[in-house]
């Protein structure tokens, strides 16, 4: 399977693009502050699921990139509690976006606990 077809991967690819798209409208001040940012963390959690499924021949390193895309992704949320905080969102916005980044949390939790469900060889 392709590390694509995760279902971890796809919801965490459709956040960063929704953010992406909603960053446009931010202030030019926040270009280097909030939008650098959360545009960075939202996409690092692809990438470190990525990287995890294709190291998964090695379990600690399946896990602690596993661990990496979690910690992106509490930190996409950081980021947008301070854009609803500096009304840049709508509470509405900022519950759907927030709700989004739970699941994927669940999802990459669920993955960490259960490596041998992603075709890592537990002993």
């Not at 993955?111 to 537990?122: A, E």
Request: charged residues 30%.
């Amino acid at each position: 399977m392709d590390f694509k077809k995760l279902l971890a991967y796809q919801k965490a690819f459709k956040l960063a693009m929704q953010i992406f798209e909603i960053t446009k409208a931010f202030p030019k001040e926040e270009t280097y502050a909030l939008i650098d940012q959360i545009r960075r963390s939202s996409r690092s959690v692809n990438a470190n699921i990525a990287e995890a499924y294709r190291k998964r021949n090695y379990p600690k390193h399946f896990i602690s990139k596993l661990t990496d895309a979690d910690s992106e992704n509490s930190e996409t949320n950081v980021w947008l509690d301070y854009a609803l905080e500096c009304q840049y969102i709508s509470k509405e916005k900022h519950s759907d976006l927030s709700n989004q980044n739970i699941d994927i949390g669940k999802l990459i939790n669920y993955m960490i606990n259960n490596p041998g469900k992603f075709g890592v060889k537990v002993d």
